[in-house]
């Protein structure tokens, strides 16, 4: 599954519409619509806001699944 599927899946879970998302984001329904179709990705520093708008965390958000064991980080 892409992005952009895991996207409109969690986005529709959440009961929001594109353009609702793209309201609380502040991007335009399409910027969202071309994130879903797989035709761009989000700017970076909105991963963070678009995880916050459908109650994940980024690594939620990019994974497409909510928890799991956290990775240990290599120092």
């Keep these: 599954m892409t992005f952009g599927e895991k ?3 969690l986005r529709t879970r959440a009961g929001l519409s594109q353009d609702q998302l ?5 991007v335009s329904r399409q910027a969202v619509s071309k994130w879903e179709r797989g035709l761009n990705f989000p700017d970076l520093s909105l991963l963070e806001p678009l995880g916050d708008c459908l109650g994940l965390t980024v690594s939620e958000l990019l994974s497409g699944q909510r928890g ?3 990775r240990e980080e290599l120092l």
């Design 7 to 9: 996207l409109q899946k």
């Design 22 to 26: 793209a309201k609380l984001l502040d």
């Design 68 to 70: 799991g064991e956290p």
